[in-house]
């Protein structure tokens, strides 16, 4: 018998999974660059928060624009600060340039993966990522993840570390705030391991056997009610050090 699995139903798209994107603040992005303006200049009108980011949003309004374009926040920053943007832009907190004109060791965020799509890497609050080399038509950037991305020159970051660091280290306390922090991105709260779960919900689940372990791997064509865990992995196992 089929299993109505949970990354199933979230796939839906129904309302109980839909991100209730008509209370976010609107779309971040870095500004749209202009071929005859090397250098565009904005001002912080407001620091707000959208529950759809975690990390404190500014509005700037650039060259005396009645439009304001809505940014990520770095750390230090504050009303009436000015942001620029172009490759003659100077390096600082808050300044957005080409990968090609950062210096190497410089922490950036939001960093473009194609030239001209707003940033798309770096963008959780206390993140960052440093330029650590530049070759012929390529700059690595270590990730806050520690692996090292290549990128076109042409991407262009934000210079500085996104704010609202620390904001893991107070904990919760107690399941109801858990619970309201989720529901405000519509997250699926709590979380039910698939061993507990019984056997027509989960491939998992179930107590018949005293060994309630099943194997984590599903072949890549298995039907759609068992494919959990890795789906056909490359490899399993215990990664082991070979010996040189």
């Given at each position: 018998m089929g299993k109505n699995l949970i990354q199933q139903r979230r796939g839906r798209g129904t309302?109980?999974?839909?991100?209730?994107?008509?209370?976010?603040?609107?779309?971040?992005?870095?500004?749209?660059?202009?071929?005859?303006?090397?250098?565009?200049?904005?001002?912080?009108?407001?620091?707000?928060?959208?529950?759809?980011?975690?990390?404190?949003?500014v509005e700037v309004s650039f060259n005396d624009s009645s439009e304001r374009i809505l940014m990520?926040?770095?750390?230090?920053?504050?009303?009436?600060?000015?942001?620029?943007?172009?490759?003659?832009?100077?390096?600082?907190?808050?300044?957005?340039?080409?990968?090609?004109?950062?210096?190497?060791?410089?922490?950036?965020?939001?960093?473009?993966?194609?030239?001209?799509?707003?940033?798309?890497?770096?963008?959780?609050?206390?993140?960052?990522?440093?330029?650590?080399?530049?070759?012929?038509?390529k700059v690595f950037v270590m990730l806050p993840s520690k692996k090292q991305k290549e990128f076109?020159?042409?991407?262009?970051?934000?210079?500085?570390?996104?704010?609202?660091?620390?904001?893991?280290?107070?904990?919760?306390?107690?399941?109801?705030?858990?619970?309201?922090?989720?529901?405000?991105?519509?997250?699926?709260?709590?979380?039910?391991?698939?061993?507990?779960?019984?056997?027509?919900?989960?491939?998992?689940?179930?107590?018949?056997?005293?060994?309630?372990?099943?194997?984590?791997?599903?072949?890549?064509?298995?039907?759609?009610?068992?494919?959990?865990?890795?789906?056909?992995?490359?490899?399993?196992?215990?990664?082991?050090?070979?010996?040189?």
């Amino acid at each position: 018998m089929g299993k109505n699995l949970i990354q199933q139903r979230r796939g839906r798209g129904t309302s109980v999974f839909r991100a209730p994107s008509h209370r976010y603040k609107g779309k971040v992005s870095h500004v749209a660059m202009k071929l005859d303006i090397p250098v565009m200049s904005g001002v912080i009108k407001d620091i707000s928060h959208c529950p759809g980011h975690s990390s404190p949003l500014v509005e700037v309004s650039f060259n005396d624009s009645s439009e304001r374009i809505l940014m990520i926040a770095p750390e230090g920053v504050r009303v009436g600060d000015v942001i620029s943007a172009g490759e003659e832009a100077e390096v600082k907190v808050g300044n957005i340039l080409p990968l090609k004109n950062v210096p190497i060791g410089t922490d950036i965020y939001n960093i473009e993966s194609q030239p001209g799509d707003g940033g798309k890497f770096v963008r959780s609050s206390g993140a960052s990522a440093k330029v650590m080399s530049k070759s012929k038509g390529k700059v690595f950037v270590m990730l806050p993840s520690k692996k090292q991305k290549e990128f076109h020159p042409g991407c262009r970051a934000s210079i500085g570390v996104v704010a609202g660091g620390g904001r893991k280290e107070k904990p919760f306390y107690k399941a109801g705030r858990k619970y309201h922090a989720m529901k405000a991105k519509n997250k699926y709260y709590p979380k039910t391991s698939a061993q507990s779960m019984n056997a027509v919900d989960h491939p998992f689940g179930g107590s018949s056997s005293s060994n309630k372990g099943r194997p984590t791997t599903a072949p890549r064509f298995a039907p759609a009610g068992r494919k959990v865990g890795m789906i056909s992995p490359r490899r399993t196992g215990r990664k082991r050090r070979s010996r040189d």
